[in-house]
């Protein structure tokens, strides 16, 4: 793998040979391998060290958007000012790699939640981050999708409200996918089409905004990573998305991934340049947003399950799946 990734990056930076060291699979990336390499070669009379992530398919199944896809938003991101990792090619030839990849820059941080809440290193980090992740979501949301090209991001019919085709759609996966009938999760069904928000505000969707996909330092945020399920959507998704229970850690007191309150986030994020915040459709995408994780687990355990892809994370995630059912409950009992 390192060979055939030095034969690629030369081809890139038009040079002979590339040296490809430190190559090492990272945790995490459930649905897609994460890989981080340093490669150096020789280029006009100087030694270039770069230090890079492969972002990887590990086969055709999966969940997400194309390889291709992601790099392009990746991109346009950078362009609108969110701090994301800087891209630099995309390998769209899956027999070299066995699957879609591209290579960014390597960020240097934390991804692990657990440390961030807990670590007296990141103290100052979670004072400062609510706030800090208000601000960057509202430049998600200011991203033009025409500017940049954009058209592939999947959007409900214009005749059709963001919730409603979002529901529609996990409704469909659901049924498509579940191997065993979840009577919790037809009440919810029933619950959030009886509470369907108005709303023809439409943007792009990060998708998956939440703590587990920042690289954080001792500062707060560095990077926001893993757009692959991003969208055109209603805007107060991904700040009810932020708040599902189960990026908190514990921490059931601090809704925003267990270090902040709701009101700093809105505020933030409306100071920074977002859309009005309308506190009610934010609980209704928090609510959709447990369902959903809740299908998304199922979806990753079945991966495993069917032989699609190896992988004790995946088959872990399953288990969570009651856990979710029971937040669900909760939460319905708490709107009604």
């Known amino acids: 793998m390192g060979q055939r990734l030095a034969a690629f990056i030369a081809r890139q930076v038009d040079v002979e040979h590339v040296s490809v060291s430190g190559l090492r699979k990272l945790p995490g990336?459930?649905?897609?391998?994460?890989?981080?390499?340093?490669?150096?070669?020789?280029?006009?009379?100087?030694?270039?060290?770069?230090?890079?992530?492969?972002?990887?398919?590990?086969?055709?199944?999966?969940?997400?958007?194309?390889?291709?896809?992601?790099?392009?938003?990746?991109?346009?991101?950078?362009?609108?000012?969110v701090p994301v990792p800087m891209v630099r090619w995309l390998g769209d030839d899956a027999a070299l790699l066995g699957g879609p990849f591209?290579?960014?820059?390597?960020?240097?941080?934390?991804?692990?939640?657990?440390?961030?809440?807990?670590?007296?290193?990141?103290?100052?980090a979670r004072r400062v981050m609510t706030a800090q992740l208000g601000r960057i979501l509202a430049a998600i949301h200011r991203i033009d999708r025409q500017a940049h090209q954009l058209s592939f991001l999947s959007a409900p019919r214009p005749d059709e409200s963001p919730a409603h085709n979002e529901l529609e759609r996990y409704e469909e996966i659901f049924r498509s996918i579940a191997p065993d009938p979840h009577p919790t999760f037809e009440l919810a069904f029933r619950w959030l089409?009886?509470?369907?928000?108005?709303?023809?505000?439409?943007?792009?969707?990060?998708?998956?905004?939440?703590?587990?996909?920042?690289?954080?330092?001792?500062?707060?945020?560095?990077a926001v990573l893993d757009w692959e399920l991003a969208h055109v959507g209603d805007p107060m998704e991904d700040l009810g998305w932020i708040c599902v229970r189960s990026w908190r850690f514990g921490n059931d007191d601090k809704p925003v991934g267990g270090i902040g309150g709701r009101d700093e986030l809105f505020r933030a994020y409306e100071e920074?340049?977002?859309?009005?915040?309308?506190?009610?459709?934010?609980?209704?995408?928090?609510v959709l947003g447990n369902l959903k994780w809740a299908i998304m687990t199922i979806m990753q355990a079945r991966l495993y399950l069917y032989g699609f892809v190896k992988s004790v994370e995946l088959a872990s995630l399953g288990r969570r799946t009651a856990e979710m059912e029971l937040e669900l409950l909760h939460l319905m009992e708490e709107g009604s």
């Open 272 to 286: 920074g340049g977002g859309r009005t915040v309308d506190p009610k459709r934010v609980r209704f995408w928090e």
């Open 193 to 222: 089409r009886q509470r369907l928000p108005p709303g023809n505000e439409r943007v792009v969707v990060h998708g998956d905004y939440r703590i587990g996909n920042i690289i954080f330092g001792p500062e707060g945020v560095r």
């Open 102 to 124: 591209f290579l960014m820059d390597r960020v240097e941080g934390e991804t692990l939640a657990r440390r961030l809440l807990r670590d007296d290193t990141y103290a100052g």
């Open 29 to 81: 990336g459930a649905s897609r391998e994460i890989w981080s390499l340093d490669a150096g070669f020789e280029q006009h009379g100087a030694y270039v060290q770069l230090p890079l992530v492969l972002r990887r398919d590990p086969s055709s199944e999966g969940v997400g958007a194309p390889r291709g896809d992601e790099f392009d938003l990746l991109r346009a991101a950078a362009a609108e000012g």
